[in-house]
Nanobody, 114 residues
């Protein structure tokens, strides 16, 4: 099973980026997927989660700016990030919560300049 993220990059404050996560060997629609991020010197934190029913939740700092979604036909999970702030700068990781373990992608860098 493998997760591959894409879509990171450098953007100015106030801009937008869309991250995507593609899976092989795992079916997203029956599991819970999430995006985490880790900034330099900080612990990895949960950004957004989508459960198999489609219910989503977000950390307070991104509510109203970020949207997590899933495309079951393409077996991908995306994170639309709008109104980006410098404090959103981090490595973003896709994760899928399986019954006995969590699988992680390799991460993609998001840098927001002020």
């Amino acid at each position: 099973a493998q997760l591959v993220e894409s879509g990171g990059g450098l953007v100015q404050a106030g801009g937008s980026l869309r991250l995507s996560c593609a899976a092989s060997g795992i079916v997203f629609s029956v599991n819970t997927e999430a995006w985490y991020r880790q900034a330099p010197g900080k612990q990895r934190e949960l950004v957004a989660r989508i459960v198999n029913s489609g219910t989503t939740n977000y950390t307070d700092s991104v509510k109203g700016r970020f949207t997590i979604s899933r495309d079951n036909a393409k077996n991908t999970v995306s994170l639309q990030m709008n109104s980006l702030k410098p404090e959103d700068t981090a490595v973003y990781y896709c994760a899928v919560e399986l019954p006995k373990s969590t699988r992680w992608g390799q991460g993609t860098q998001v840098t927001v300049s002020s």
